[in-house]
Every structure is written in structure tokens, then in C-alpha cells.
């Protein structure tokens, strides 16, 4: 169960970090 946490955890965040990268990008 935890090990499906993590996993959905790292691939939001991973989410978060490209969405944020793009905006830097984008400004």
C-alpha cells in the first residue's frame, strides 16, 4: 500500500516539475 503511495507521489511531483518547468520556460 505505501509503495503505491510513493509511487503516485513521485509521479505528481514529477507532474508539478515539468507544469513548473514550462513555465519558466514560457515567461
Request: hydrophobic share 35%; glycine share 0%.
Amino acid at each position: 500500500m505505501s509503495e503505491e503511495i510513493l509511487e503516485n507521489t513521485s509521479e505528481e511531483i514529477a507532474d508539478e516539475t515539468a507544469e513548473d518547468q514550462e513555465e519558466i520556460v514560457a515567461s
